[in-house]
């Protein structure tokens, strides 16, 4: 069992960064790939970013590739999200996975509780 916290949500303007942090406890992360989604009111559940164990591979949406990168420390079973360039539609509720394979789809093992972040325009 996986347990994930996420954490450094909050207000930011717009072309602001703000940097998302997700510590995992319970078995070690070092062997699972983990991710980050977002869900905006009344949208589904969307793909942001994922890295495999090693680092060696990631993964970004579209919509946020050149202004979001995942780094990830495995000594601190913690990966990171860093929003740079911030827009108002990249406003919502971002949560934390984890899961033994990467993907882009929602079909991961452990999820966190999610930390909201509102860009202002």
């Known amino acids: 069992q996986v347990q994930l916290g996420e954490s450094g949500g909050g207000l930011v303007q717009a072309g602001g960064s703000r940097r998302l942090a997700c510590a995992a406890a319970g078995r070690t992360c070092s062997n699972y790939a983990m991710a980050w989604f977002r869900q905006a009111p009344g949208k589904e559940r969307d793909f942001v970013s994922a890295?495999?164990?090693?680092?060696?591979?990631?993964l970004y949406a579209d919509s946020v590739k050149g202004r979001f990168t995942i780094p990830r420390d495995n000594a601190k079973n913690t990966v990171y999200l860093q929003m740079n360039y911030l827009k108002p539609e990249d406003t919502a509720v971002y949560y934390c996975?984890?899961?033994?394979?990467?993907?882009?789809?929602?079909?991961?093992?452990?999820w966190g509780q999610g930390t909201q972040v509102t860009v202002s325009s």
């Open positions: 996975a984890a899961d033994r394979l990467i993907r882009r789809t929602p079909q991961y093992a452990y």
């Open positions: 890295i495999t164990w090693s680092g060696g591979s990631t």
